[in-house]
């Protein structure tokens, strides 16, 4: 089954549930399965920061990444909305790394 490849197109602050704190660079059908998983238990709370981020070259490397590497859920039946998988999506060291803390520079988060 081939994924459909997702844009990235808004920046939430995610609480886990040590209350520890990220930003995480989504989508809205992204941010639909971080509020199912606040409802879960699975985090504690997300919060959209900003919407419709501009589409930059390092939005774009670092949105590949994540398409390439995880498999984003859609809830597209009733099995997806009663059991949600919660994933929160490493951003190894180097140009990853790079990627996401200029997006998020870019956008005066953090």
Partial sequence: MNQQYEELDLIEEITRN?????FEISNIDQNGIAELAV??????????????IPRTKALITYEEYINKNYKLETLTN???????NWVEW????????DTYNLILRSNKIG
Avoid: C, F
Wanted: aromatic letters at 6%; charged letters at 40%.
């Fill in 18 to 22: 040590d209350g520890s704190k990220y």
């Fill in 39 to 52: 409802d879960r238990g699975l985090i504690k709370n997300v919060r959209i920061l900003q919407l419709n």
């Fill in 78 to 84: 009733e099995a997806d909305w009663k059991n949600p």
């Fill in 90 to 97: 490493e951003k190894p060291e180097g140009k990853i790394l």
